[in-house]
């Protein structure tokens, strides 16, 4: 079982930054891989983000390579998402991912308001 917390949303105006953060507990976090995903008004929820175990793997989707970053301290059992050159398509609820066993874990979310 596998608990996940998000905070760091907020209302940020373009070109601002945020950095996500993702509180994990239960199983050994940092035995199983982690990700971001968000979903914006009236659409359906994507991949942003994910990283591996160790931190050495990452990965972004192109629509925000660049300006975000995914990160991860096991010894503080939380991944990070950091958030730079804001854009108001970035508005969404972002949720923190835990793929384990064959199960996805889910946070609740935090929102991301980017205005123009």
């Known amino acids: 079982q596998v608990q996940l917390v998000e905070s760091g949303g907020g209302l940020v105006q373009a070109g601002d930054s945020l950095r996500l953060s993702c509180a994990a507990s239960?199983?050994?976090?940092?035995?199983?891989?982690m990700g971001w995903f968000r979903q914006a008004p009236g659409k359906e929820r994507e991949f942003v983000a994910g990283?591996?175990?160790?931190?050495?793997?990452?990965y972004v989707v192109d629509s925000v390579k660049g300006r975000f970053t995914i990160s991860r301290d096991n010894a503080k059992n939380t991944v990070y998402l950091q958030m730079n050159s804001l854009k108001p398509e970035d508005t969404a609820v972002y949720y923190c991912?835990?793929?384990?066993?064959?199960?996805?874990?889910w946070g609740k979310g935090t929102l991301v308001t980017v205005s123009s």
């Open positions: 239960g199983r050994s976090f940092s035995s199983y891989d």
């Open positions: 991912w835990a793929p384990l066993y064959g199960l996805n874990y």
């Open positions: 990283i591996s175990w160790s931190g050495g793997r990452t």
